[in-house]
């Protein structure tokens, strides 16, 4: 049960990240859609590094 709640956690917050690269991001088509293949597949390990490494600088 627990686990089955932190899938779905991570699965929200990386959609949230694909929405807020896609809303914000400054680089071209490409970057975004590499950036959210990343968030995507790792889910919340490209959670973390999105929110604190590169969230102000893309």
């Given at each position: 049960?627990?686990g089955?709640?932190?899938?779905?956690?991570?699965?929200?917050?990386?959609?949230?990240?694909?929405?807020?690269i896609?809303?914000t991001?400054?680089?071209?088509?490409?970057g975004?859609?590499?950036?959210?293949?990343?968030?995507?597949?790792?889910s919340?390990?490209?959670?973390?590094?999105y929110?604190?490494?590169?969230r102000?600088k893309?």
């Amino acid at each position: 049960m627990l686990g089955t709640i932190i899938y779905v956690l991570g699965i929200v917050c990386a959609v949230w990240c694909v929405l807020d690269i896609f809303k914000t991001a400054k680089c071209g088509l490409l970057g975004k859609i590499i950036a959210s293949i990343l968030v995507l597949a790792f889910s919340w390990i490209g959670f973390a590094i999105y929110y604190f490494f590169v969230r102000g600088k893309i």
